[in-house]
Structure formats: structure tokens, C-alpha cells
């Protein structure tokens, strides 16, 4: 078991950035791939971005490539997700999500764990 809670939602400007956290306790964090997943009102859940294990290896959405970086710290049990640039379009609700299978995945379906979201809002 991997319990996550997020923080560091809010609402910002466009341009703006912001700095999500996603703390885990539970089954050994370095076990895990960790992935960044959103959902706007009436849309599915979609990826963001993943960070492998060891966090060597990171994976992006197009939507996002160039703007967010995905980044862990095992020793403190968390993952951040780092927003710059920020455009009305990255308005959802945030989740991390936890993956104990080695192989990449973007498929929601396919991540075991899942805290309860952070909300961002990024205004005109």
C-alpha cells in the first residue's frame, strides 16, 4: 500500500508557475514509478508526466514538454511537479499516482495508487 496526498495547487496567472508535491508513506517510495495526472471538468483523466524509479528517466505529454519537470526525492518520499508558463488550458484537478510495474505506462488504468488531487486554476 502507497497512501499520496498533494499540495501546492492554487489559482495563478497565465504565465505564472507553480510547484506541486506529492508526499508518500506507505510501501517504499523508491519501489515505485511515480506519474502526475490531470482532469478537467467533463474531460478523462490524462497524463502529464511519469518519473521513473530511481528518477532517471522522465516522460512528458506534448501538451506539456518544455514547460513542466517531473522530479523525486526519495530520501523525503515525494515527487514534485514543477508548472512554468502556465496557460488557462492546464486548468484541472492534479493527482500523483503510483506504479509498482517497471514497465512505462501513460494509462491512467495502469497506476495502482492515487491521492485525492490538488486543484489548479490558471486564470486569463
Known amino acids: 500500500q502507497v497512501q499520496l496526498v498533494e499540495s501546492g495547487g492554487g489559482l495563478v496567472q497565465a504565465g505564472g508557475s507553480l510547484r506541486l508535491s506529492c508526499a508518500a508513506s506507505?510501501?517504499?517510495?523508491?519501489?515505485?514509478?511515480m506519474g502526475w495526472f490531470r482532469q478537467a471538468p467533463g474531460k478523462e483523466r490524462e497524463f502529464v508526466a511519469r518519473?521513473?524509479?530511481?528518477?532517471?528517466?522522465?516522460f512528458y505529454s506534448d501538451s506539456v514538454k518544455g514547460r513542466f519537470t517531473i522530479s523525486r526525492d526519495n530520501a523525503k518520499n515525494t515527487v514534485y511537479l514543477q508548472m512554468n508558463s502556465l496557460k488557462p488550458e492546464d486548468t484541472a484537478l492534479y493527482y500523483c499516482?503510483?506504479?509498482?510495474?517497471?514497465?512505462?505506462?501513460?494509462?491512467?488504468?495502469?497506476?495502482?495508487?492515487w491521492g485525492q488531487g490538488t486543484q489548479v486554476t490558471v486564470s486569463s
Open positions: 499516482a503510483a506504479d509498482s510495474s517497471p514497465i512505462t505506462t501513460y494509462d491512467y488504468r495502469n497506476y495502482e495508487y
Open positions: 506507505g510501501r517504499t517510495f523508491g519501489s515505485v514509478a
Open positions: 518519473i521513473s524509479r530511481s528518477g532517471e528517466r522522465t
